[in-house]
């Protein structure tokens, strides 16, 4: 017989010291509890060991699971034929069999024999739900359903069904009754920020709090830093489907009006707006600079003959710009045309341009707009058939009516600028508008002075909503005349010597304006940062990700 003492069966029967002092009732509390946690993760662990055999039995086990990478390298062209995107499932296709992929919005088990999963593609929802039927659906297939990671992709097959009564978690209202589902790829179980918490509106998170209940804000840096999370929600899948139609109209608008699209250098030697607001580079050995504008070489392509251009491309401000509306990189829709007589043609462009936007956003983009509206509630833009001009001396006159004083000579500042866009709107009944004839002294070198007042400018600001959104003007196309107005504004004429030489060839009268992408689809969905607008921001303290 060994003389040691027996080990202690239980938490109450050890000793813990050299003393052999019983523990005290609190520390045997607190190793009874560890002993009850091992012991249910050993339970946990032989049931999952148990549900995974019984899966490998189940004679409908190749109706669901994971899909395993080998069976995703293409080694198959698939059948298609049953494929439908979320967005076009409607109550016509009643019982229809139809195949669907997406992401795992939600999933819910009801009792062993059911379970709910949401399905979510590009913004629109619908309701799965995964019934244990014999020989069609087994209790392990909806174990697995229900045991799904929130942001898996999967794909389901089943036939379309039409409830009774209206579905509140989807867009679509039919539900899909599964027989087949697939997790083609499983997302982490814990994501850093979750799709619902970044879809809810700031009116939905003041009516919680004013029940009592605690509703999870994500904040802006939050949703930056996790980007490809937020762009998910259906607010941002809307934002961008909006801005790619902005871009889209306007290449096509400026297509038919016989623009031609070009792609200008981003690399430059020299300032291509003047001032310091720049980012520098070495290029060789040699100094450069990342462009502002396309402005320099745009003018040279009117040079180069070919009339009416366009470009659609990054622009690069190194300002250290922290507000709402000022990006360090954004998308430029740049134009640039011969003119006839006068500058208001290029206004005239520029009115049929921005009028043909908006029209085709209001029409083609009716459910992106409703899904931007539900979580950045906004009133529609309103604008006139006929766009509104109005001379700056006659904007300042305004102003001053109103009594706010500002200098007849000087810029707008932003509070000016909103001031008078409320103004106009109350007058004229119009958030869209143009404002032209500046003074000279704050408009680029490159501008054409007015032929009755040399200290005003045959140049224009477009404006949304008290916001402005395009620069435009009259060029100076003569090479003393431009050289004399680099001089006056500081700029070294030997980094752009190139340009000014391409006056001296011949250069026909022209003009032009620059439009920032982010800000055009900002103001017109009411959004309040045009970080909400940009795909990756880029300001003064964020380049990632």
Known sequence: ????????????????????????????????????KQRRRQDDVAAAASSLSIEEDDPLAVNYGDVPLSDLQSKEEPDLSLRLPVGELRQELKDKVVQIRGRVQTTRA????????VVREKGFTVQCVVTAQPEVVSRQMVKFVAGLNRESIITAEG?????????KAATQQVEVQVRKLYCVNKALANLPINI???????????????????????????????RVLDMRTPANQGIFRIQCQVSNVFRQFLLSEGFVEIHTPKLIGGSSEGGSAVFKLDYKGQPACLAQSPQLHKQMAICGDFGRVFEIGPVFRAEDSYTHRHLCEFTGLDVEMEIEKHYSEVMDVVDRLFVTIFDTLNDKCKKELEAVGRQYPFEPLKYLRKTLRIRFEEGVQILKDAGVEIDPKGDLNTESERKLGQLVLEKYG????????????????????????????????VFIRGEEIISGAQRVHDADFLTERAKQCGIDISTISTYIDSFRYGAPPHGGFGVGLERVVMLFCGLNNIRKTSLFPRDPRRIAP
Not at 1 to 17: G, I, L, R
Not at 432 to 459: G, K, Q
Request: proline share 8%.
């Open 110 to 117: 009801v009792g062993k024999n059911m379970a709910f999963v």
């Open 196 to 226: 619902e918490d970044a879809a809810r509106s700031e009116i939905e998170i003041e009516e919680a709090l004013k029940a009592g209940e605690q509703a999870v804000r994500v904040n802006q840096d939050t949703r930056l830093n996790f």
């Open 430 to 461: 119009t958030e869209f508008y143009i404002l032209h004839r500046y003074p000279l002294a704050v408009r680029p070198f490159y501008t054409m002075p007015c032929y009755d007042d040399p200290e005003y400018s045959n140049s224009f600001d």
């Open 159 to 167: 036939f379309i069904s039409v409830p009774s009564v209206a579905i």
């Open 1 to 36: 017989m060994s003389s040691e003492p027996p080990v202690p069966t239980s938490a109450s029967e050890q000793v813990t010291d050299e003393s052999s002092k019983p523990l005290s009732k609190k520390a045997a509390k607190k190793v009874a509890a560890k002993e009850e």
